[in-house]
């Protein structure tokens, strides 16, 4: 093969010179190591990956003992930290490159690496060259010490004459050497998010991956757990806790090779996605975030959620609105009337606003279900003649805040836009239409079009700049897979698509940095990180009932904080109490979509009262500590805890879902109290004349007794709860 050379190229015995320093890389946070090091080939090899070293002389002690011989080639295999395609490693690489002349062979060679401070940690910034093309990949790792979270993801850049192509792209790769693995993942579909099932990986490849473009966690998450040694548990045992900033199609790949050893690789998925990268562009990778806890999920969770309220979640150090929705109370029929008559029952109920749903705009197509109207983002004046000013209007009157449902990337083929624009539609004219839900996804590719999604937001909040919050739904997965912008670089598409995406949320951020907003897709089916740095908080599913809620919540709970986790109460399973169903909603983001009229007094009254209570134990609640106690998945009972970062607040949330006759109960222990410290228990939100018949309530105990002895909580009738205040004395 005719070899490529290009001006200033390092030749592979420079690049040998260089690794002879035996250069390693040291990544930490206080409870982590990752040790990268630079083989005698000149190529860079993780060497350890676990908990902490306490000697710095035990840092250089690994060696994968690589060898380069006279002709550049290694004698060893190694756990190569961005393997390319085409080399000596025979498992699945973290990068698959065709290049001008048709070669797919990518051998990446150490240059240069540089640390530098970035907010609440340390970013370690590494530079790999191919010595026969002039292609670039730079390795980036934020480690945050305190949280013990390192995010990681990848930029890859070419100087070839044409563009070349790229079919693999992982944010990185990460290696485990134990006795066996364990892999807890997270499937889905409407209404059931969020379950967690496990096995036990063997040799060969476990990959989980979604296609659906748009809407696409619908049907798994985009994150995971790997026991290492032993199945993943809350509280002891080491496990690996990952996750994929990435708003499209993602996979993720756990192989175990030959000699037992497992690597994770985190991606972008390439399916139908051969990237055309053009000179002097920059691929830029999603950002990977994992925790590596040796104190089992429930440390990890923690972990990741004071990394998140820190760093990642818009306004993640904020407080949150409680709200009353309209939708399961009205639906598509309502008018301005009904609307300004809620406003008022939400200012009754002691919730912070009022959220209008699907259904107020269309003219030509109004918006009265499904079939009709989206794209035309203007309201519909026979059902509110006053428009969106005087909703807003009249929440103020009320004496709440206003906010409103939007789902600007769809549009319905029945809709004033659609009429104008059908080129704005991902669609292939050249077949048969598919409808997902009666309704296309805007093509996010174009720039037109981000203009148009982002002119939505923009519009209302320029005629209504007292709108408080924004519900934004996303209900179609890509459907008809054609972009008429795109063309001939169909290859481009589903990348392109979730870049503009992102485009549009930045620019609402940028533009309005302090309107809160919700992330929804027909549910849970958009739950990532990287959208979350725009979106306040996300709805984790259409699914209210509060019974099939104590298990969307706890799965969701093992990668994000209360407060980015919506949790309403509906009349969703009413054998169920209200008590019950506020009870579950009141260990996330509290919110209430059911009509008060539909209440008893006492109901009513009940409610009232654990919205005050809600908002007064927000501290610990949304910005605490959390501690889940008692599987659902396990027991027939569920707990969890929160307590305040200065212990002198918990709350603990018990929930009796299917109890068996007569079954043994055990003692709930709390965690994360005070041991030294004495605290007050107190149940809170009981019903009108209803006195506590805990034996705990107005009890007082060291936080020592509770956390080793416990307390009794749990009882036999289904679908029962109980929520404690304990406040240090």
Known sequence: MKKILFAGALTLAALQMNAEESKVIRISTDQTDLILKVGENGRLYQTYLGEKLLHEADVNRFSWDIHAGSDGSISQRGWEVYSGSGNEDYFEPAVAITHNDGNTSTYLYYVSSSTSPVEGGTQTTINLRDDKYPVDVTLHYVAYPKENVIKTWSEIKHQEKKPIILSTYASTMLYFCRSSYYLTEFSSDWAKEARM?????????????????????????????????????????????????????????????????????PAINPYASNYELKKDEVFTTPEFIFTLSNQGSSQGSRNLHEWARNYSLKDGKG??????????????????????????????????????????????????????????????????????????????????????????????????????????????????????????????????????????????MKENPEIAFFKWDCNSPI????????????????????????????????????????????????????????????????????????????????????????????????????????????????????????????????CQDAVANWKRLQPAIMDGDQYRLVSPYETNHMAVNYVSKDQKKAVLFAYDVYPRFQEKLINVKLQGLDPNKTYKVEEINLMPGVDSALKSNGQTYTGDYLMKVGIEVFGFAATQSHVLELTAM
């Open 197 to 265: 099932s496990s096995q036990q990986l063997q040799f060969g490849k476990k990959v989980i991956d979604t296609k659906l473009g748009s809407r696409a966690a619908m049907h798994t998450h985009p994150f995971f757990e790997v026991g290492l040694d032993q199945s993943v548990s809350e509280n002891q045992g080491d496990v690996l806790m990952g996750t994929l900033g990435w708003t499209g199609n993602f996979r993720f790949t756990f192989e175990v090779d030959n000699a037992g050893s497992l690597r994770v690789i």
């Open 319 to 460: 407080t949150r609105l409680t709200l009353l929705n309209n939708w399961e109370n009205t639906g598509f029929d309502f008018n301005q009337e009904i609307l300004a008559n809620l406003m008022k029952e939400a200012k009754h109920l002691g919730v912070d606003m009022f959220l209008l749903d699907d259904g107020w705009f269309g003219n030509k197509y109004p918006r009265k279900d499904d079939h009709a109207g989206l794209g035309d983002w203007e309201v519909t004046h026979s059902k509110l003649p006053g428009g969106v000013p005087a909703l807003v209007k009249a929440a103020k009157e009320a004496g709440v805040k206003f906010g409103i449902w939007i789902e600007p990337e769809m549009v319905n083929p029945k809709s004033e836009l659609f009429e104008k624009h059908p080129d704005w539609a991902i669609h292939d004219a050249n077949r048969k239409t598919y409808y997902y839900r009666n309704q296309l996804v805007l093509d996010l590719s174009n720039p037109a079009v981000q203009d148009y999604v982002y002119g939505v937001v923009e519009n209302l």
């Open 479 to 606: 459907t008809n897979i054609y972009s008429p912008y795109l063309k001939d670089k169909q290859g481009q598409l589903y990348i392109d698509h979730v870049r503009g995406v992102y485009n549009v949320m930045k620019r609402v951020k940028e533009n309005y940095p302090n309107v809160p907003m919700m992330l929804c897709s027909g549910g849970g089916a958009r739950c990532d990180y990287e959208a979350l740095k725009y979106f306040t908080e996300f709805w984790c599913s259409d699914n209210t009932d509060p019974v099939e809620r104590v298990y969307i919540q706890w799965g969701f709970s093992q990668f994000f904080p209360a407060k980015a986790m919506c949790a309403h109460v509906t009349s969703w399973n009413k054998n169920t109490s209200v008590k019950f169903r506020t009870d579950v909603a009141s260990m996330c983001k509290l919110g209430f979509d059911i009509g008060l009229k539909d209440m008893t007094a006492d109901e009513l009254a009940y």
